[in-house]
């Protein structure tokens, strides 16, 4: 067993005597990294936003549009038909619920400190990350 271990050996040196080592190109680290900043290129996507400022500028004059007639009109709300129909349904849930001062003010200012804060945190995370 030992002899055929031996012998074996002996085929491998011969074998590795005989073959050189390669060596890659002159240029082949450069041609590597090329190909890998060309990847990395294609990777890169532009920043776009889910909702277009377009759009959100559209919704804000919808809104603005939609408050001002409510203001402004003439109509009365409670001769609407579907105020009538979903009036007493809707009352008759919160009947029973009262709310303390501070939990209504709580319930106003929240929601518009979150807008607030992701503007801000938006902006900020846009000046770190630019690229």
Do not use: R
């Not at 809104?63 to 349904?89: F, G, P, R």
Request: proline share 2%; net charge neutral.
């Amino acid at each position: 067993m030992k002899e055929n271990d031996k012998e074996i050996e002996n085929l491998i040196d011969k074998m590795m005597a005989d073959d050189s080592l390669q060596s890659p190109s002159i240029d082949f680290t450069s041609k590597i990294m090329s190909q890998v900043l060309i990847a990395e290129k294609s990777k890169i996507k532009a920043y776009k936003p889910l909702i277009s400022k377009s759009t959100w500028l559209f919704i804000g004059i919808c809104l603005l549009a939609l408050t001002a007639y409510c203001v402004y009109s003439n109509n009365d709300i409670s001769n609407l038909e579907i105020v009538n129909i979903y009036s007493d349904k809707v009352s008759a849930l919160f009947l029973g619920i009262h709310f303390s001062k501070n939990i209504l003010y709580a319930i106003l200012i929240v929601p518009f400190m979150i807008l607030i804060q992701i503007g801000l945190l938006k902006n900020y995370f846009d000046k770190k990350y630019e690229l």
